[in-house]
Protein backbone atom coordinates (compact mmCIF):
# COMPACT_ATOMS: atom_id res chain seq x y z
CA UNK A 1 0.00 0.00 0.00
CA UNK A 2 1.21 3.27 -0.81
CA UNK A 3 0.70 6.48 1.02
CA UNK A 4 1.40 9.92 -1.07
CA UNK A 5 3.20 8.00 -3.68
CA UNK A 6 5.92 6.05 -0.91
CA UNK A 7 4.94 2.58 0.02
CA UNK A 8 4.01 0.92 3.43
CA UNK A 9 7.28 -0.25 4.53
CA UNK A 10 6.40 -3.13 6.73
CA UNK A 11 3.13 -5.66 5.70
CA UNK A 12 -0.56 -5.18 7.01
CA UNK A 13 0.35 -8.33 9.31
CA UNK A 14 4.00 -6.53 10.58
CA UNK A 15 2.09 -3.51 11.69
CA UNK A 16 -1.50 -5.03 13.37
CA UNK A 17 1.49 -7.09 15.18
CA UNK A 18 3.36 -4.06 16.21
CA UNK A 19 -0.12 -2.43 17.32
CA UNK A 20 -1.91 -4.91 19.12
CA UNK A 21 0.40 -7.23 20.51
CA UNK A 22 3.95 -4.77 21.30
CA UNK A 23 1.83 -1.13 22.03
CA UNK A 24 1.14 -0.59 25.37
CA UNK A 25 -1.28 1.85 26.85
CA UNK A 26 -0.94 4.57 29.32
CA UNK A 27 -3.79 6.15 30.28
CA UNK A 28 -3.94 9.73 31.21
CA UNK A 29 -6.45 11.37 33.53
CA UNK A 30 -10.30 12.05 32.75
CA UNK A 31 -13.23 14.33 33.68
CA UNK A 32 -13.85 11.72 36.48
CA UNK A 33 -10.71 11.55 38.10
CA UNK A 34 -10.83 13.25 41.32
CA UNK A 35 -7.88 15.86 40.88
CA UNK A 36 -10.08 17.39 37.88
CA UNK A 37 -13.47 17.46 39.83
CA UNK A 38 -11.50 19.16 43.00
CA UNK A 39 -10.53 22.23 40.64
CA UNK A 40 -12.24 25.46 40.56
CA UNK A 41 -14.90 25.90 37.82
CA UNK A 42 -11.98 28.98 36.53
CA UNK A 43 -9.61 25.96 36.45
CA UNK A 44 -11.93 23.40 34.26
CA UNK A 45 -12.16 25.97 31.96
CA UNK A 46 -8.58 27.26 32.01
CA UNK A 47 -7.44 24.18 31.13
CA UNK A 48 -9.39 23.77 27.99
CA UNK A 49 -7.36 25.91 26.82
CA UNK A 50 -4.03 24.53 27.62
CA UNK A 51 -5.19 21.18 26.09
CA UNK A 52 -5.58 23.15 22.74
CA UNK A 53 -2.05 24.71 23.00
CA UNK A 54 -0.88 21.20 23.17
CA UNK A 55 -2.85 19.73 20.26
CA UNK A 56 -0.74 22.68 18.29
CA UNK A 57 2.40 21.85 19.44
CA UNK A 58 2.71 18.63 18.23
CA UNK A 59 2.56 19.88 14.84
CA UNK A 60 5.31 22.11 15.38
CA UNK A 61 6.91 19.10 17.00
CA UNK A 62 6.51 17.02 13.84
CA UNK A 63 7.75 19.74 11.50
CA UNK A 64 10.94 19.59 13.32
CA UNK A 65 11.66 16.30 13.51
CA UNK A 66 11.26 15.38 9.56
CA UNK A 67 9.84 17.47 6.25
CA UNK A 68 7.54 14.24 5.84
CA UNK A 69 5.69 14.04 8.88
CA UNK A 70 2.88 16.10 8.11
CA UNK A 71 1.95 15.49 4.78
CA UNK A 72 2.18 11.50 5.46
CA UNK A 73 0.04 11.94 9.08
CA UNK A 74 -2.74 13.96 6.90
CA UNK A 75 -2.23 11.21 4.36
CA UNK A 76 -2.85 8.70 6.70
CA UNK A 77 -5.74 10.41 7.81
CA UNK A 78 -7.46 10.10 4.88
CA UNK A 79 -6.33 6.34 4.08
CA UNK A 80 -7.26 5.29 7.53
CA UNK A 81 -11.08 5.70 6.76
CA UNK A 82 -11.48 3.32 4.65
CA UNK A 83 -8.31 0.72 4.96
CA UNK A 84 -7.63 -1.61 8.77
CA UNK A 85 -3.87 -1.42 7.33
CA UNK A 86 -3.56 2.38 7.05
CA UNK A 87 -5.43 2.58 10.55
CA UNK A 88 -3.22 0.87 11.85
CA UNK A 89 0.35 2.64 10.67
CA UNK A 90 -1.20 5.66 11.86
CA UNK A 91 -1.24 4.44 15.15
CA UNK A 92 2.04 3.45 14.77
CA UNK A 93 2.72 6.67 13.33
CA UNK A 94 1.11 8.40 16.20
CA UNK A 95 3.28 6.45 18.78
CA UNK A 96 6.58 7.37 16.94
CA UNK A 97 5.00 10.82 16.37
CA UNK A 98 6.91 10.85 13.38
CA UNK A 99 7.73 8.67 10.34
CA UNK A 100 10.73 7.31 11.70
CA UNK A 101 12.65 6.64 15.29
CA UNK A 102 14.20 4.10 17.33
CA UNK A 103 12.19 1.64 19.64
CA UNK A 104 14.81 0.62 21.67
CA UNK A 105 15.32 -2.82 20.80
CA UNK A 106 15.52 -3.18 16.88
CA UNK A 107 19.30 -2.62 15.57
CA UNK A 108 17.81 -0.35 12.74
CA UNK A 109 15.31 2.41 12.92
CA UNK A 110 11.56 1.86 12.24
CA UNK A 111 11.09 3.19 8.98
CA UNK A 112 7.32 3.52 8.30
CA UNK A 113 7.55 4.32 4.54
CA UNK A 114 10.21 2.84 2.28
CA UNK A 115 12.19 5.63 0.92
CA UNK A 116 11.87 8.27 3.57
CA UNK A 117 14.82 8.02 6.47
CA UNK A 118 15.53 9.96 9.81
CA UNK A 119 18.19 12.64 9.59
CA UNK A 120 21.10 13.78 11.89
CA UNK A 121 19.53 17.03 12.08
CA UNK A 122 16.15 16.47 11.67
CA UNK A 123 14.38 18.78 10.25
CA UNK A 124 16.49 21.89 12.11
CA UNK A 125 18.83 21.49 9.36
CA UNK A 126 18.63 20.92 5.21
CA UNK A 127 18.54 17.33 4.96
CA UNK A 128 20.94 16.89 2.78
CA UNK A 129 23.51 18.41 5.10
CA UNK A 130 26.11 16.67 7.14
CA UNK A 131 28.40 17.31 9.57
CA UNK A 132 31.48 17.65 7.79
CA UNK A 133 29.85 20.63 5.29
CA UNK A 134 28.29 22.26 7.98
CA UNK A 135 31.84 22.97 9.53
CA UNK A 136 33.13 24.00 6.32
CA UNK A 137 30.42 26.50 5.83
CA UNK A 138 30.48 27.62 9.89
CA UNK A 139 34.44 28.27 9.07
CA UNK A 140 33.52 30.39 5.93
CA UNK A 141 31.07 32.39 6.97
CA UNK A 142 33.44 33.34 10.17
CA UNK A 143 36.44 33.69 8.16
CA UNK A 144 33.85 36.29 5.71
CA UNK A 145 32.61 38.25 9.07
CA UNK A 146 29.12 36.57 9.10
CA UNK A 147 29.44 35.67 13.00
CA UNK A 148 26.21 37.26 13.74
CA UNK A 149 24.35 34.72 11.39
CA UNK A 150 26.73 32.06 12.44
CA UNK A 151 25.34 32.56 16.25
CA UNK A 152 21.72 32.44 15.22
CA UNK A 153 22.68 29.04 13.74
CA UNK A 154 24.22 27.71 16.24
CA UNK A 155 21.69 28.32 18.63
CA UNK A 156 19.22 26.34 19.88
CA UNK A 157 15.69 28.70 18.57
CA UNK A 158 16.70 28.26 14.91
CA UNK A 159 15.20 26.85 12.05
CA UNK A 160 18.70 26.62 9.58
CA UNK A 161 17.99 26.52 5.68
CA UNK A 162 20.09 27.26 2.96
CA UNK A 163 20.88 30.61 1.32
CA UNK A 164 23.21 29.92 -1.78
CA UNK A 165 26.50 28.76 -0.61
CA UNK A 166 25.96 29.78 2.99
CA UNK A 167 23.56 28.85 5.89
CA UNK A 168 20.76 31.42 7.51
CA UNK A 169 18.90 30.87 10.38
CA UNK A 170 15.33 31.58 10.95
CA UNK A 171 13.87 32.08 14.82
CA UNK A 172 11.21 29.81 15.80
CA UNK A 173 9.10 32.47 16.12
CA UNK A 174 9.65 33.60 12.92
CA UNK A 175 8.94 30.34 10.94
CA UNK A 176 6.00 29.03 13.28
CA UNK A 177 4.50 32.23 13.34
CA UNK A 178 1.06 31.26 12.36
CA UNK A 179 1.25 28.25 15.21
CA UNK A 180 3.03 30.38 18.14
CA UNK A 181 0.15 33.00 17.33
CA UNK A 182 -2.47 30.45 18.12
CA UNK A 183 -1.15 28.71 21.03
CA UNK A 184 -0.77 32.21 22.73
CA UNK A 185 -4.11 33.23 22.33
CA UNK A 186 -5.26 29.66 24.16
CA UNK A 187 -3.04 30.55 26.56
CA UNK A 188 -4.00 34.11 27.27
CA UNK A 189 -7.73 32.73 27.22
CA UNK A 190 -6.17 30.16 30.42
CA UNK A 191 -4.96 33.12 31.84
CA UNK A 192 -8.36 35.06 31.86
CA UNK A 193 -10.04 32.06 33.61
CA UNK A 194 -7.62 30.64 35.76
CA UNK A 195 -8.14 31.58 39.93
CA UNK A 196 -4.12 31.25 40.63
CA UNK A 197 -2.38 34.60 39.72
CA UNK A 198 0.89 33.08 39.35
CA UNK A 199 -0.32 31.00 37.20
CA UNK A 200 -2.28 34.12 35.27
CA UNK A 201 0.98 36.11 35.56
CA UNK A 202 2.93 32.71 33.99
CA UNK A 203 0.51 32.34 30.96
CA UNK A 204 1.16 35.57 30.35
CA UNK A 205 4.93 35.62 29.99
CA UNK A 206 4.60 32.59 27.81
CA UNK A 207 2.07 33.83 25.55
CA UNK A 208 4.57 37.36 24.93
CA UNK A 209 7.28 35.20 24.47
CA UNK A 210 6.08 32.79 22.00
CA UNK A 211 5.02 36.16 20.07
CA UNK A 212 8.65 37.93 20.34
CA UNK A 213 12.20 36.87 18.17
CA UNK A 214 13.30 37.75 22.31
CA UNK A 215 15.89 35.73 23.97
CA UNK A 216 15.03 37.73 26.73
CA UNK A 217 11.05 37.00 27.00
CA UNK A 218 11.85 33.40 27.23
CA UNK A 219 14.33 33.87 30.29
CA UNK A 220 11.18 35.81 31.83
CA UNK A 221 8.74 32.84 31.05
CA UNK A 222 11.48 30.04 32.50
CA UNK A 223 11.47 31.92 35.17
CA UNK A 224 8.03 32.87 36.38
CA UNK A 225 7.27 29.02 35.55
CA UNK A 226 10.43 27.93 38.49
CA UNK A 227 8.82 29.32 41.22
CA UNK A 228 5.51 28.09 41.19
CA UNK A 229 5.04 25.63 44.17
CA UNK A 230 1.62 25.89 45.21
CA UNK A 231 0.02 26.40 41.39
CA UNK A 232 -3.50 23.82 41.42
CA UNK A 233 -2.71 23.49 37.44
CA UNK A 234 0.66 22.27 35.49
CA UNK A 235 1.81 23.56 32.03
CA UNK A 236 5.17 23.50 30.43
CA UNK A 237 6.37 24.52 26.96
CA UNK A 238 9.52 21.70 27.06
CA UNK A 239 12.70 22.76 25.40
CA UNK A 240 14.90 19.88 25.19
CA UNK A 241 17.93 19.35 22.51
CA UNK A 242 18.48 15.35 22.30
CA UNK A 243 17.16 15.03 19.00
CA UNK A 244 19.31 17.25 17.23
CA UNK A 245 22.58 14.88 16.50
CA UNK A 246 24.00 17.08 14.12
CA UNK A 247 25.37 20.32 16.10
CA UNK A 248 27.25 18.33 18.72
CA UNK A 249 29.52 17.08 16.41
CA UNK A 250 30.64 20.18 15.74
CA UNK A 251 32.83 19.93 18.98
CA UNK A 252 34.96 16.99 17.47
CA UNK A 253 36.47 19.86 15.54
CA UNK A 254 39.13 21.34 17.65
CA UNK A 255 40.34 24.00 15.21
CA UNK A 256 36.57 24.97 14.43
CA UNK A 257 35.94 25.39 18.52
CA UNK A 258 38.99 27.05 19.09
CA UNK A 259 37.79 29.74 16.22
CA UNK A 260 33.87 29.63 17.65
CA UNK A 261 35.34 30.12 21.16
CA UNK A 262 36.84 33.88 19.90
CA UNK A 263 33.75 34.53 18.86
CA UNK A 264 32.73 33.91 22.16
CA UNK A 265 29.72 31.27 20.16
CA UNK A 266 29.00 28.13 22.29
CA UNK A 267 27.02 25.94 19.96
CA UNK A 268 24.00 24.89 21.33
CA UNK A 269 21.67 21.42 19.75
CA UNK A 270 18.47 22.52 18.41
CA UNK A 271 15.38 22.47 21.03
CA UNK A 272 12.32 20.05 20.07
CA UNK A 273 9.39 21.49 22.01
CA UNK A 274 6.91 19.87 23.65
CA UNK A 275 3.73 20.73 25.82
CA UNK A 276 2.37 19.06 29.43
CA UNK A 277 -0.72 19.47 30.70
CA UNK A 278 -1.89 18.37 34.41
CA UNK A 279 -3.30 19.03 38.04
CA UNK A 280 -1.05 19.19 40.20
CA UNK A 281 -1.35 16.32 43.29
CA UNK A 282 -0.99 17.95 46.71
CA UNK A 283 -0.30 14.52 48.32
CA UNK A 284 2.47 13.28 46.21
CA UNK A 285 4.40 16.51 45.58
CA UNK A 286 4.76 16.27 49.72
CA UNK A 287 7.21 13.25 49.49
CA UNK A 288 8.97 15.45 46.90
CA UNK A 289 9.38 18.58 49.50
CA UNK A 290 11.42 15.81 51.66
CA UNK A 291 13.59 14.97 49.12
CA UNK A 292 14.11 19.26 48.34
CA UNK A 293 15.16 19.99 51.63
CA UNK A 294 18.34 17.90 51.13
CA UNK A 295 19.99 19.41 47.64
CA UNK A 296 21.83 22.29 49.37
CA UNK A 297 23.99 19.64 51.90
CA UNK A 298 24.02 17.39 49.04
CA UNK A 299 25.81 20.12 46.85
CA UNK A 300 28.78 20.48 49.46
CA UNK A 301 29.06 16.83 48.97
CA UNK A 302 29.52 16.25 45.22
CA UNK A 303 33.31 15.42 44.34
CA UNK A 304 35.06 18.17 42.99
CA UNK A 305 32.68 20.97 44.56
CA UNK A 306 35.31 23.36 45.00
CA UNK A 307 36.31 22.82 41.60
CA UNK A 308 33.22 24.05 39.61
CA UNK A 309 29.69 26.47 40.58
CA UNK A 310 26.86 24.58 41.22
CA UNK A 311 23.36 26.12 40.69
CA UNK A 312 22.28 24.62 43.88
CA UNK A 313 24.05 26.30 46.99
CA UNK A 314 26.71 29.22 47.91
CA UNK A 315 25.42 32.23 46.70
CA UNK A 316 22.36 30.77 44.39
CA UNK A 317 20.72 28.93 47.58
CA UNK A 318 18.19 26.59 46.15
CA UNK A 319 15.88 27.92 43.61
CA UNK A 320 13.97 24.71 42.72
CA UNK A 321 10.45 23.46 43.04
CA UNK A 322 8.72 20.33 42.24
CA UNK A 323 5.64 18.88 42.25
CA UNK A 324 3.64 15.59 41.43
CA UNK A 325 1.28 15.49 38.21
CA UNK A 326 -2.12 14.10 37.45
CA UNK A 327 -1.24 13.76 33.71
CA UNK A 328 -4.44 15.46 31.20
CA UNK A 329 -1.97 16.16 27.85
CA UNK A 330 1.66 15.25 26.57
CA UNK A 331 2.26 16.45 22.53
CA UNK A 332 5.09 17.08 21.14
CA UNK A 333 8.57 15.99 22.53
CA UNK A 334 6.34 14.45 24.90
CA UNK A 335 4.95 12.36 22.81
CA UNK A 336 8.14 10.72 21.11
CA UNK A 337 7.86 7.52 22.16
CA UNK A 338 10.58 5.92 20.64
CA UNK A 339 11.65 2.97 23.01
CA UNK A 340 10.62 4.90 26.27
CA UNK A 341 8.55 7.57 27.66
CA UNK A 342 9.44 10.63 30.21
CA UNK A 343 8.93 9.48 34.00
CA UNK A 344 9.82 13.45 35.03
CA UNK A 345 11.54 16.28 33.75
CA UNK A 346 14.06 18.51 35.58
CA UNK A 347 13.82 21.98 33.62
CA UNK A 348 15.25 24.16 32.26
CA UNK A 349 18.04 22.40 31.10
CA UNK A 350 21.66 23.72 31.95
CA UNK A 351 22.05 25.62 28.41
CA UNK A 352 19.21 27.61 28.63
CA UNK A 353 19.59 31.27 29.56
CA UNK A 354 17.28 31.85 32.60
CA UNK A 355 19.65 29.36 34.35
CA UNK A 356 22.64 31.38 33.61
CA UNK A 357 21.04 34.53 34.70
CA UNK A 358 20.21 33.34 38.74
CA UNK A 359 16.70 31.59 37.37
CA UNK A 360 15.11 28.45 39.20
CA UNK A 361 14.36 25.19 38.19
CA UNK A 362 11.11 23.22 38.36
CA UNK A 363 11.24 19.41 38.40
CA UNK A 364 7.98 17.60 37.48
CA UNK A 365 6.63 14.20 37.69
CA UNK A 366 4.18 12.18 35.49
CA UNK A 367 2.20 9.91 38.03
CA UNK A 368 -0.05 8.19 35.60
CA UNK A 369 3.41 7.27 33.23
CA UNK A 370 5.19 5.70 36.27
CA UNK A 371 2.21 3.04 36.67
CA UNK A 372 3.75 0.09 34.16
CA UNK A 373 0.94 -2.60 34.38
CA UNK A 374 3.85 -5.32 34.06
CA UNK A 375 3.79 -7.41 37.53
CA UNK A 376 3.15 -10.24 36.13
CA UNK A 377 6.12 -10.24 34.05
CA UNK A 378 8.30 -8.70 36.48
CA UNK A 379 7.33 -11.56 38.65
CA UNK A 380 9.06 -14.32 35.43
CA UNK A 381 12.37 -12.26 35.77
CA UNK A 382 12.58 -11.82 39.44
CA UNK A 383 11.82 -15.85 39.40
CA UNK A 384 14.36 -16.37 36.65
CA UNK A 385 17.27 -14.11 37.42
CA UNK A 386 17.30 -13.12 40.87
CA UNK A 387 17.49 -14.63 43.58
CA UNK A 388 14.62 -15.02 46.36
CA UNK A 389 15.45 -13.23 49.30
CA UNK A 390 16.10 -10.01 46.99
CA UNK A 391 12.37 -10.47 45.34
CA UNK A 392 10.96 -8.56 48.46
CA UNK A 393 12.47 -5.79 47.89
CA UNK A 394 11.52 -5.06 44.16
CA UNK A 395 8.56 -2.10 43.87
CA UNK A 396 7.71 0.30 41.28
CA UNK A 397 7.23 3.03 44.09
CA UNK A 398 10.94 2.58 44.76
CA UNK A 399 12.08 3.29 40.98
CA UNK A 400 10.00 6.57 41.30
CA UNK A 401 12.28 7.60 44.47
CA UNK A 402 15.34 6.63 42.60
CA UNK A 403 13.64 8.82 40.02
CA UNK A 404 13.31 11.87 42.19
CA UNK A 405 17.05 11.53 42.92
CA UNK A 406 17.89 11.18 39.22
CA UNK A 407 16.25 14.75 38.73
CA UNK A 408 17.61 16.23 41.52
CA UNK A 409 21.01 15.43 40.31
CA UNK A 410 20.24 17.37 37.09
CA UNK A 411 20.58 20.34 39.11
CA UNK A 412 24.20 19.49 40.96
CA UNK A 413 27.40 19.03 39.00
CA UNK A 414 29.44 21.23 36.73
CA UNK A 415 27.51 23.85 34.58
CA UNK A 416 26.15 23.54 30.80
CA UNK A 417 29.81 24.71 29.38
CA UNK A 418 31.46 21.55 30.71
CA UNK A 419 28.90 19.19 29.53
CA UNK A 420 28.08 20.71 26.03
CA UNK A 421 31.81 20.77 25.49
CA UNK A 422 31.49 16.95 25.58
CA UNK A 423 29.80 17.39 22.04
CA UNK A 424 27.98 14.08 20.97
CA UNK A 425 28.49 12.10 24.31
CA UNK A 426 27.28 15.38 26.40
CA UNK A 427 23.76 13.87 26.80
CA UNK A 428 24.95 10.27 28.35
CA UNK A 429 27.87 11.83 30.62
CA UNK A 430 25.06 14.18 32.05
CA UNK A 431 22.15 11.22 32.16
CA UNK A 432 25.29 8.91 33.95
CA UNK A 433 26.02 11.86 36.27
CA UNK A 434 22.16 12.23 37.27
CA UNK A 435 21.67 8.51 37.84
CA UNK A 436 24.54 8.15 39.84
CA UNK A 437 23.99 11.20 42.41
CA UNK A 438 21.16 9.39 43.19
CA UNK A 439 22.62 6.26 43.75
CA UNK A 440 26.05 7.51 45.33
CA UNK A 441 23.76 9.95 47.34
CA UNK A 442 20.89 7.81 48.62
CA UNK A 443 22.05 6.69 51.93
CA UNK A 444 22.17 10.87 53.31
CA UNK A 445 18.55 10.32 53.12
CA UNK A 446 19.22 7.53 55.14
CA UNK A 447 20.57 9.52 57.35
CA UNK A 448 18.31 12.50 57.41
CA UNK A 449 15.30 9.44 57.92
CA UNK A 450 13.56 10.10 54.54
CA UNK A 451 13.75 6.66 54.08
CA UNK A 452 15.05 3.50 55.80
CA UNK A 453 17.83 1.55 55.53
CA UNK A 454 15.67 -1.24 53.82
CA UNK A 455 13.82 1.60 51.94
CA UNK A 456 17.92 2.06 50.38
CA UNK A 457 17.92 -1.65 49.59
CA UNK A 458 14.85 -1.64 48.09
CA UNK A 459 15.86 1.12 45.91
CA UNK A 460 19.28 -0.43 44.80
CA UNK A 461 17.55 -3.78 43.53
CA UNK A 462 14.49 -2.48 41.80
CA UNK A 463 17.21 -0.15 40.25
CA UNK A 464 19.04 -2.80 39.39
CA UNK A 465 16.83 -5.10 37.99
CA UNK A 466 14.44 -2.28 36.68
CA UNK A 467 17.19 0.18 34.48
CA UNK A 468 20.19 -2.46 33.93
CA UNK A 469 18.32 -5.30 32.98
CA UNK A 470 18.11 -4.77 29.57
CA UNK A 471 15.93 -5.59 26.65
CA UNK A 472 19.00 -4.75 23.93
CA UNK A 473 21.53 -3.06 23.26
CA UNK A 474 20.85 1.09 23.48
CA UNK A 475 20.56 2.13 19.84
CA UNK A 476 21.57 5.42 18.62
CA UNK A 477 23.10 5.50 21.33
CA UNK A 478 20.30 6.77 23.52
CA UNK A 479 21.40 9.19 26.68
CA UNK A 480 19.53 7.10 29.48
CA UNK A 481 20.16 3.51 28.27
CA UNK A 482 23.49 4.24 27.53
CA UNK A 483 23.95 5.36 31.20
CA UNK A 484 22.10 2.15 32.56
CA UNK A 485 24.81 -0.04 30.64
CA UNK A 486 28.18 2.18 31.51
CA UNK A 487 26.46 1.75 35.42
CA UNK A 488 25.88 -2.38 35.00
CA UNK A 489 29.38 -2.71 34.12
CA UNK A 490 31.32 -1.12 36.58
CA UNK A 491 29.37 -2.17 39.42
CA UNK A 492 29.50 -5.43 38.35
CA UNK A 493 32.81 -4.91 38.13
CA UNK A 494 33.33 -3.56 41.44
CA UNK A 495 32.02 -6.57 42.96
CA UNK A 496 28.49 -4.67 43.76
CA UNK A 497 26.44 -7.35 42.01
CA UNK A 498 27.20 -10.61 40.42
CA UNK A 499 25.61 -13.64 38.83
CA UNK A 500 25.91 -17.07 40.48
CA UNK A 501 26.27 -19.96 38.57
CA UNK A 502 22.64 -20.54 37.79
CA UNK A 503 22.80 -16.72 36.73
CA UNK A 504 20.90 -15.37 39.41
CA UNK A 505 21.44 -11.79 40.72
CA UNK A 506 23.35 -11.22 43.80
CA UNK A 507 24.24 -7.36 45.90
CA UNK A 508 26.55 -6.68 48.25
CA UNK A 509 24.62 -3.75 49.68
CA UNK A 510 27.81 -1.89 50.81
CA UNK A 511 29.97 -2.15 47.49
CA UNK A 512 26.76 -0.89 45.69
CA UNK A 513 27.11 2.57 48.12
CA UNK A 514 30.70 2.64 47.76
CA UNK A 515 30.77 1.93 44.07
CA UNK A 516 28.34 4.25 43.31
CA UNK A 517 30.33 7.13 45.40
CA UNK A 518 33.55 5.73 42.71
CA UNK A 519 31.66 6.07 39.32
CA UNK A 520 30.12 9.49 40.66
CA UNK A 521 33.50 10.69 40.74
CA UNK A 522 34.76 9.74 37.67
CA UNK A 523 31.69 10.93 36.00
CA UNK A 524 32.47 14.50 37.57
CA UNK A 525 36.25 13.85 36.23
CA UNK A 526 34.81 13.19 32.51
CA UNK A 527 32.48 16.32 32.57
CA UNK A 528 35.40 18.46 33.97
CA UNK A 529 37.64 17.86 31.59
CA UNK A 530 35.95 19.20 28.53
CA UNK A 531 37.27 16.62 26.11
CA UNK A 532 34.87 14.50 24.06
CA UNK A 533 38.18 12.19 23.43
CA UNK A 534 38.17 11.26 27.14
CA UNK A 535 34.60 10.99 27.24
CA UNK A 536 34.75 8.79 24.16
CA UNK A 537 37.42 6.76 25.84
CA UNK A 538 35.08 6.36 28.96
CA UNK A 539 32.08 5.52 27.56
CA UNK A 540 33.71 2.73 25.49
CA UNK A 541 35.01 1.56 27.92
CA UNK A 542 32.20 0.88 30.11
CA UNK A 543 29.69 0.35 27.48
CA UNK A 544 30.67 -3.48 26.28
CA UNK A 545 27.96 -5.55 25.63
CA UNK A 546 28.61 -9.14 27.66
CA UNK A 547 27.27 -12.66 27.60
CA UNK A 548 25.19 -11.95 30.42
CA UNK A 549 23.78 -9.07 29.27
CA UNK A 550 22.74 -10.91 25.97
CA UNK A 551 21.40 -13.47 27.92
CA UNK A 552 18.90 -10.96 29.95
CA UNK A 553 17.78 -8.98 26.61
CA UNK A 554 16.83 -12.58 25.18
CA UNK A 555 15.11 -14.15 28.10
CA UNK A 556 12.82 -10.75 28.43
CA UNK A 557 12.69 -10.66 24.81
CA UNK A 558 10.96 -14.03 24.64
CA UNK A 559 8.47 -12.30 27.58
CA UNK A 560 7.45 -10.17 24.93
CA UNK A 561 8.72 -6.69 24.07
CA UNK A 562 5.97 -3.95 24.19
CA UNK A 563 8.38 -1.34 22.80
CA UNK A 564 5.51 0.70 21.35
CA UNK A 565 3.32 3.39 23.45
CA UNK A 566 -0.22 4.60 22.52
CA UNK A 567 -0.76 7.82 24.73
CA UNK A 568 -4.22 7.83 25.45
CA UNK A 569 -5.76 11.72 26.52
CA UNK A 570 -9.23 12.10 27.43
CA UNK A 571 -9.54 15.77 27.24
Known amino acids: MKINGFKIKYS ?20 EHESYKNLSTGDKKALKYLVNAARIINDVALEMDHPMNLVQKQALEVAAEKSPYAANTLKLFNSLNGVAGSNGVDKEPVEIFEGIHQYEGRNFYPTDLNAKELAQIINKMLDEGKSDEVRKILSARTMVRRDGEYLKAIDYTEYFADEFSEIA ?15 KDYLGWQAQALLQNNEEMDVLADKHWAEMQDTPLEFTLSRENYDD ?6 FSDKKLCAKLERFKINPVPKDMLGIRVGIVNRKGTELLLKFKEEMVKLAKL ?4 DKYEQNVGGKNGLKQTMVDVDIVALSGDYALCRGGITLAQNLP ?13 RNVYHRQVRYDGESEKTKKILDKLVIPELHKYYNNEYDHLFTIGHENGHSLGPDSTYQTALGIYHHIIEEHKADMISAAMMPEYV ?23 MKAYPQDKEAHRMADLIEYNYLHDYGAFWFDEDRKLHIDFAKMKSGSRSLLKKIIEVQLSKSPEFAKEFVDKWTE ?13 SLGIRPYIDIVSYF
Not at 15 to 26: A, E, G, L, P
Not at 186 to 198: Q, R, Y
Not at 245 to 250: F, I, M, Y
Request: hydrophobic share 35%.
Open 349 to 361: NNDKPSLMRGGGR
Open 185 to 199: NELECAAHFTDDKLF
Open 302 to 305: MPYS
Open 245 to 250: KLTSKL
Open 545 to 557: WGEMLQYIAEFKQ
Open 12 to 31: AADIKKRVTQQMRRIELIDR
Open 447 to 469: KSGIISEEELKAIYVTWVVKRHF
